[in-house]
């Protein structure tokens, strides 16, 4: 079969990694894809947000099976887009998709079917959030409703803050149509956990529990950014707790989505806090983690592609989802600058010699082939991911590899799995 991939980033790669390992796969291409994309498949460049430039594709192909790797797509509706042509898509339709793309679709669906999360209250006009503020104590949560890139949410530790963030939201429309409808919430305390399933509409299959660094700097310090490494399994979630997780944070929500008519089909994502009072959702997600894809897909023995397959036809509960009982990790390389503005066309060295390692893949994420070789396109440039036999060896392993890997201006965050080894 013929598969085509969209996006670009590290996620995408570790994607195509795996399905262009499957024996059902011929052929494989990648839209727009990075440098790491064009050793699986063919690079075409077409844009994520390119619903007709992507749907054309697929036809022009004969592609099988569409594989978004991030949100922009689905949330825009190129599930719905592919299905008027009969190409199967791996993802949910916009409508289910607005589990991911409005926060506050989010939080009504998740009270009404009793999953846990933290109280809040919706907002369209700036007074009415305002007055309610005065009532509240701090800290609370600001969030745009709308997708913002990862940037859409302030944790307000004031009064004054809080007010910020609604006028930067609200009124300066620092995020565009995404900030005219707010959330505010209520803080949760605790350490976060990425709770990912395989769905098919009815029947689910979580992945094992991961652990994400969101922030920049070590010791999770510094603005957020998309993540600067992930490991998996997260001793923090484990195993003996996956099932009632499932009951708590995956099924409901199938249910109420079946219950609308628009079944949730691809890869429900539940952003975690583990709480005094057990697991609340911060968020939910229509699609895999970048990086959580990456370690993830490393210890996924089953064939990605069949899983995928059986999503789209309502039959997961037929196949088989196999991991190794080793650990991953992953450790994102940025560039100098990142999450802010950074410069570009690095030449990037070591790879090949850090893939020798055993157990070492080097995914690419923000780079692109030029005359010279591999140069860095991006501010998350590659995610350096190992197996190990447990999670100190993994992170040994990654970040032997992480040492024989360079580009100028390069950096990493060092502590990757240590809240996994402290426990
Ligand atoms: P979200 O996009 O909703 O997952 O929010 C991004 C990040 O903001 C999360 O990963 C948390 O670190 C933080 N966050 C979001 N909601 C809350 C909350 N209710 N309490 C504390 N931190 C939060
Ligand atoms: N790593 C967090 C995310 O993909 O949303």
């Known amino acids: ?171 300066d429309k620092a995020f565009g149509m995404a900030g005219k409808r707010v959330v505010i919430e209520e803080a949760l305390v605790g350490e976060e956990a990425s709770f990912l399933a395989f769905c098919d509409g009815e029947h689910c299959v979580p992945m094992t529990a991961c652990q994400d660094h969101k922030a920049v700097g070590e010791g999770d310090t510094g603005p957020n950014t998309g993540g600067m490494g992930a490991y998996c399994p997260a001793p923090i979630l484990p195993e003996s707790e996956y099932a009632k997780t499932t009951d708590l944070v995956i099924k409901p929500i199938l249910e109420a989505l079946k219950k609308r008519g628009a079944p949730f089909q691809g890869i429900l994502y539940a952003g975690l806090m583990m709480t005094a009072d057990g697991p609340k959702v911060l968020e939910y997600n229509a699609r895999f983690g970048d990086p959580e894809c990456q370690p993830l897909l490393m210890r996924l023995e089953s064939d990605l592609a069949e899983i995928m397959l059986a999503c789209c036809q309502g039959r997961l509960h037929e196949v088989e989802v196999k991991w190794t009982p080793q650990t991953a990790l992953c450790v994102v390389m940025a560039a100098k600058g990142y999450p802010g503005s950074y410069s570009k066309g690095m030449a ?48 040994k392993q990654a970040y032997q590899a992480v040492d024989l890997v360079s580009f100028e201006n390069g950096f990493y965050r060092r502590d990757i799995g240590d809240k996994g080894l402290a426990r």
């Open 1 to 171: 079969m013929k598969i085509l991939i969209v996006g670009a980033g590290g996620r995408e790669h570790a994607l195509a990694w795996k399905l262009s390992q499957s024996p059902l796969v011929d052929e494989l291409f990648i839209a727009p894809g990075n440098g790491g994309t064009v050793l699986e498949g063919t690079n075409v460049a077409i844009k994520d947000d390119d619903l007709p430039g992507i749907v054309a594709l697929a036809q022009e192909k004969q592609v099988d099976l569409v594989v978004p790797g991030p949100e922009l797509p689905l949330v825009l509706g190129l599930q719905n887009a592919l299905e008027a042509h009969n190409i199967a898509c791996f993802g949910p339709s916009a409508y289910a998709a607005q589990l991911e793309g409005s926060k506050a679709f989010s939080k009504t669906i998740m009270r009404e079917a009793g999953v846990p999360t933290a109280d809040f209250a919706v907002f369209d006009e700036f007074e009415d959030a305002k007055n309610y503020l005065e009532r509240q104590t701090f800290p609370i949560v600001v969030k745009a409703d709308g997708l913002a890139a990862g940037k859409g949410v302030v944790v307000a530790h004031t009064k004054e803050e809080a007010l910020d963030a609604l006028q930067s939201m609200m009124i």
């Open 348 to 395: 990037i060295s070591g790879i090949d010699t850090a893939e020798k390692l055993d157990g070492v893949k080097v995914f690419q994420a923000g780079t692109t082939v030029a005359e010279a070789g591999t140069v860095t396109s991006g501010g998350r440039v590659l995610g350096v991911t190992a197996l190990g036999d447990n999670l100190a060896d993994a992170k």
